[in-house]
């Protein structure tokens, strides 16, 4: 098991930036995010969980979804068991809960919610003027 936690957002106006961070706490097995993809999803009431992208362990691939390439950047920090998601130039569609997840997919990588194994609760991203 891996326990996974979500912190950094907020409410931000339309072209403004936010860093989300998902950390992982070592659990009684030891388990961090060594090994694992961790992705980031976002959803909003009544949708359905959306990709928004993916990074490989230990780094070296990375995927987007196509509305976020471009403004956001996926990065990892192999040392610290975190994931980081900067997102630049938010827009209010942007708005949402955002996940991480992680699994132990790595190629291709994975960029649906079933191919992920352990979930953070998220945090709420919301963008308006």
């Known amino acids: 098991q891996v326990q996974l936690r979500e912190s950094g957002g907020g409410l931000v106006r339309p072209g403004d930036s936010l860093r989300l961070s998902c950390s992982a706490s070592?659990?009684?097995?030891?388990?961090?995010?060594?090994?694992?993809?961790v992705g980031w999803f976002r959803q909003t009431p009544g949708s359905e969980r959306e990709f928004v992208a993916v990074?490989?362990?230990?780094?070296?691939?990375?995927k987007y979804a196509n509305s976020v390439k471009g403004r956001f950047t996926i990065s990892r920090d192999n040392l610290k068991y975190t994931a980081d998601l900067q997102m630049n130039n938010l827009k209010s569609e942007d708005t949402a809960v955002y996940s991480c997840?992680?699994?132990?997919?790595?190629?291709?990588?994975?960029?649906?919610?079933?191919?992920?194994?352990?979930w953070g609760q998220g945090t709420q991203v919301t963008v308006s003027s």
């Open positions: 997840a992680v699994s132990t997919l790595q190629s291709p990588p994975p960029v649906r919610p079933d191919e992920f194994n352990y």
């Open positions: 990074i490989s362990w230990p780094g070296t691939r990375t």
């Open positions: 070592p659990t009684s097995s030891g388990r961090t995010l060594e090994g694992f993809a």
